[in-house]
């Protein structure tokens, strides 16, 4: 049981959690904080949250379960904003889309990562963003990646996963830099594909015609391109290196299927299409 | 009306136009025909076609409307088993993905582009195929364009454009060149790094844990690469110029993105983000 939540940031990821483990019968009180009173006054309206501060070391006064879900760009702010103003016993976790720069920014901020820290990732997300969005059923079976250090607390991570569990997510544990790289794979670099193909499209002089004669499967793949801006600069920022290591690799790729088109060999163009519908096949099924 | 309809390759998208064909009553027989006899056997158990004809001159016979939706690596053998062969008031239109490639194909076979052909595109599908997944609805809303060439008969054409007309289909004209372009960029280049990743990360050692964390946007990014992989090798070939091209384009800016992670330039970096999405926004609205 959860005495007291203190969500730092209540958009779509908060405040999906919030609903959830409200669901749940888990929380007695949860209390909102971000910068932006307005959103917070929303999330009260809507019933997230039960009460609001704008000051972020008040919101968390008390709080046994910090959840801290900002963009990647606002994280060291939150730290120091929380540095020596935790309860005891209090435990702190996030859902930053890439590891390895929050562990930097705890580290930089408390000196070395506290043991009370669980940094962790929701593998959830839909283009939609805000508390408006935000809906109890976000996390069911959905897998959330906790990325211990050497010296979390037991306790605090099987606090942590007992939270993601309450709201329906399948937990699974993973070194920081493994994370970043996976998440890379399929999370970042697909984002960097469709926001590059949409921009690109739009500078092209006779974009409105262009667009007109988009059809379903552009309407599918470009629809991650939605996502807020603010976010996914944070993590191409916060997870640069393996991300431009995955850019050059597709980028690689991509210009090995050119040079297939270009020569036309039709034999390894059919190969290498038939490579990646069997794996696309497999992976929905 | 339609006395006779043949469709060579009854698949996805011919077995939808015979369904709403018939559904709009438009119609008095369709025969199919391809070189499949088991897929014509199955259109015909599931009511799409009347009778079939593995023959292809024999199918055609006598039909006043002769409709050719094969890959378009077989749309040369088509015209070749048609030439000589069509009724003297045949309207023959096709519904490749690429237009230059067909009309070349036609123009090798039967020396000009006949008069009576309506080179044709509906910007439909799924990423299914095969008369199994065929429905009446494909084409509801969705564009037909239809690239006719100075030669064309005008009676032809308006055959045509009533035919998509039937099937609830919005129809629109343009240049053979500039068809080949606008689809480059909305179809052929997402196809292209849909299938690109998927294979990418295939071929990673550890594929099935990556798979394991992919998400629904990796999915709806992903979706366009289960489609059928004969279509795509031919399609890469028909067009090759024009996708080469975008290939480039995107290339260039994708580099570009890589350029402003590397630089850490935040502020660039947002502005890539928000021009996108406001495209995309608009595209979806």
Known sequence: MIRRLCIVGVGLIGGSLARALRAAGV??????????????????????????????????QGADLVFVSVPLGAMRAVFEALKGRLAEDAVLTDAGSAKASVVEDARAVFGEVPACFVPGHPIAGTEQSGVDASFAELYRDRRVILT?????????????RALW?????????????HHDEVLAATSHLPHALAFT???????????????????????????????????????CLANRNALLAMIAHFTGDLAQLAELINEGDGERLLEFFETAKRARDAFAG
């Open 27 to 60: 929380v007695e009180e949860i209390v909102g904080t971000s910068r932006n009173a307005a959103h917070l006054q929303r999330a009260e309206e809507l019933g997230v949250i039960d009460r609001f501060d704008t000051d972020i070391a008040a919101a968390a």
């Open 165 to 177: 569990e309450s709201a329906g997510a399948v937990v699974t544990e993973m070194a920081v830099e």
């Open 197 to 235: 193909l949409v921009e690109s499209l739009a500078r092209m002089s006779d974009q409105r015609e262009i667009f007109e004669y988009a059809a379903g499967g552009f309407r599918d793949f470009t629809r991650i391109a939605s996502s807020d801006p603010v976010m996914w600069r944070d993590i």
């Open 148 to 160: 211990p250090l050497d010296n979390t607390d037991a306790q605090a991570l099987a606090r942590v």
